[in-house]
Nanobody, 124 residues
Framework: QVQLVESGGGLVQAGGSLRLSCAAS????????MGWFRQAQGKEREFVGY????????IYADSVKGRFTISRDNAKNTVYLHMNSLKPEDTAAYYC?????????????????WGQGTQVTVSS
């Protein structure tokens, strides 16, 4: 069983930055990819980006491209979401997820394990 724990959320002013962390634990942890999703109040969960675990390739949603960066530390079983130039519309609960399958990683259905989420609030 894999457990994912997010941290790093909080309140930030527009234009500011935050770094979210997602630490994985479990007997064996060897995902194909780690993804980040977010869900604003009253809206559906949406894809933010993913990183492949072995090579570190990344894909981002258009809404965050150029502002958000995903990185990972394989030795620590941790993935990060670096968020810059934050906007009020980035306000949401952010979730990390792990996929033990080969695709689809753009959709939430492609992931097997989820964290509990961490709230990010961007004030204008």
């Amino acid at each position: 069983q894999v457990q994912l724990v997010e941290s790093g959320g909080g309140l930030v002013q527009a234009g500011g930055s935050l770094r979210l962390s997602c630490a994985a634990s479990g007997r064996t942890f060897a995902p194909y990819a780690m993804g980040w999703f977010r869900q604003a109040q009253g809206k559906e969960r949406e894809f933010v980006g993913y990183i492949t675990w072995s090579i570190g390739s990344t894909i981002y949603a258009d809404s965050v491209k150029g502002r958000f960066t995903i990185s990972r530390d394989n030795a620590k079983n941790t993935v990060y979401l670096h968020m810059n130039s934050l906007k009020p519309e980035d306000t949401a609960a952010y979730y990390c997820a792990a996929s033990t399958r080969y695709l689809p990683w753009l959709k939430s259905t492609g992931y097997d394990y989820w964290g509990q989420g961490t709230q990010v609030t961007v004030s204008s």
